[in-house]
């Protein structure tokens, strides 16, 4: 007869009933200090976007788990952990993720996806500019690669991320482009599956659909707002030296072939060398640069080496900000925020550290990498 008892390689784990279903209380202890400052960004954006039916249907949406007593009394847990996060001024919660490489008797723990994103607070990092490109590549690959791969938790937590990068497209006026690719991806991912597999049960998708469908209602509604005639100087009444610093300091040959688009000044720019040769240094290296200008017959045209080094070496990426690696205790984190590492309170591996290169010690992951070590180590 199966003997069912208490798993002694666990102390146990109390689970708190929140708007996405039950979740570890230790893992909503990482980025909880967002959540009062992430729910006034969603009422002020509700209010400012959408309708006041938009927004009851939306509170009804996120809110709708509060409807029962037993519900509300599992909301207690999670008002009482974000009221002990607001009053502790000397003690700020890191958003962090620890990495398991090796379960043990006394270790017991895996990298599951949907809880390393929630552990670094995903879903409060779109809100943030520096991190919001390296959100939607990892969104991107996640869509098109491993959609059909993914836990029903993992899915839902990416609908809920992608909805948030909704939400902050629509408020910012900014990156469209960025949401409709990533809707475009999702949508061919849906109608080529079928029942069953690829995208698994029919209740689950149901639910994803609703949210699928909330989605694309708030990339419907996305409007650009051109800046009244009270806002001065616009983009036209700059000078064009102010005009070519702008597009200097873009990093994509997409953005400026759709800045020619807007008004003449910047198409006859967007045409000049400098811009393109620019352009070519950012991406590649000298050698890159040497080798294509070695096959060239003719006059120099950049726009022309730098499609060619695009489709031989590839676009260099950068992001404002990236996830960073811990050597000292393998842990992922944002950059900005640090982690609470063991070197930091431990005096005697801070010894060991003495000759060490500090800088060293962090390594940057980008969004590729960070999508391979999680599918790697979760056995995807």
Request: hydrophobic residues 35%.
């Amino acid at each position: 007869m199966p003997f069912i008892s208490k798993d002694w390689r666990s102390p146990g784990e109390e689970w708190v009933k929140t708007e996405e279903g039950w979740e570890k209380k230790k893992i909503l202890e990482c980025g909880r200090h967002f959540s009062i400052s992430q729910q006034d960004n969603i009422e002020g954006r509700c209010n400012e976007n959408y309708t006041t039916a938009d927004v009851s249907e939306y509170d009804t949406m996120t809110n709708r788990w509060l409807q029962d007593e037993e519900d509300k009394e599992n909301m207690t847990d999670v008002v009482e952990l974000s009221e002990r996060v607001k009053n502790s001024d000397n003690q700020v919660l890191q958003p962090h993720c620890h990495i398991t490489i090796k379960c043990t008797r006394e270790i017991a723990g895996f990298n599951g996806l949907s809880d390393a994103f929630k552990r670094l607070d995903f879903r409060s990092a779109v809100h943030d500019v520096r991190r919001f490109n390296y959100i939607c590549k990892l969104l991107d690959l996640l869509i098109s690669h491993k959609l059909t791969a993914l836990s029903g938790c993992a899915q839902k937590v990416l609908f809920n991320m992608l909805e948030e990068v909704a939400y902050q497209v629509s408020a910012s006026q900014q990156n469209i482009h960025l949401l409709n690719k990533l809707l475009r991806q999702l949508r061919s991912m849906i109608d080529c599956a079928c029942w069953g597999r690829p995208l698994g049960s029919t209740q689950l998708w149901e639910n994803h659909l609703v949210t699928i469908n909330r989605i694309l209602a708030i990339a419907n509604r996305i409007q650009i707002r051109e800046p009244g005639d009270e806002v001065f100087p616009k983009l036209e009444n700059l000078p064009e030296e102010c005009v070519r610093e702008v597009l200097l300091r873009l990093a994509d040959h997409k953005d400026l072939e759709a800045s020619s688009k807007a008004y003449n000044v910047m198409a006859r720019l967007c045409d000049e060398q400098r811009i393109w040769k620019e352009l070519c240094q950012f991406h590649f290296s000298s050698q890159q640069i040497a080798f294509i200008l070695d096959q060239q017959t003719g006059p120099t045209d950049w726009q022309s080496i730098y499609h060619k080094l695009r489709k031989a070496f590839g676009l260099r990426e950068e992001y404002a900000e990236m996830i960073q690696l811990c050597r000292n205790c393998r842990c992922l984190f944002w950059k900005s925020i640090g982690h609470p590492c063991i070197a930091d309170t431990d005096p005697e591996f801070q010894e060991k550290l003495e000759d060490v290169d500090k800088n060293s010690l962090h390594v940057p992951i980008p969004p590729q990498a960070f999508f391979e070590i999680l599918f790697t180590l979760s056995g995807l």
